[in-house]
């Protein structure tokens, strides 16, 4: 038994790190995604990816991918943006559509 709680106390140590809270919003860095930098432009970031056509979709407040036009998200540094993580692009799931309004 002790063993065990040792093993899930160690197992919480590795999980907490990969988590940030930014503007209170819960994000969770996860593994496999590509590198995005956001300015907070369109308020919290939720959810997102690289689309096939360059192009970054975010979730937005409505729940539907919208697509960057405005280039908020970018994959390098810039200005006072700050860097999270995209999950990867799906073409069954996400179908790479435009989904602006």
């Not at 140590?13 to 930014?22: E, Q, R, S, T």
């Not at 369109?42 to 689309?51: A, E, F, N, R």
């Not at 409505?62 to 998200?73: I, K, Q």
């Not at 073409?91 to 989904?99: A, K, P, V």
């Amino acid at each position: 038994m002790r063993k065990m709680l040792i093993a899930a106390a160690m197992g919480g140590m590795l999980i907490l790190p990969a988590c940030a809270d930014y503007g209170g919003a819960y994000y969770g860095a996860g593994y496999g995604g590509a590198d995005v930098y956001y300015d907070n432009f369109y308020g919290p970031y939720t959810d997102g990816y690289w689309g096939p056509d360059n192009f970054f979709y975010y979730r937005g407040g409505d729940g539907r991918f919208l697509r960057d036009d405005s280039h908020h998200f970018q994959r390098q540094m810039f200005g006072s943006a700050h860097r999270f993580h995209a999950r990867p692009f799906n073409r069954e799931r996400d179908g790479g559509r435009d989904l602006r309004r």
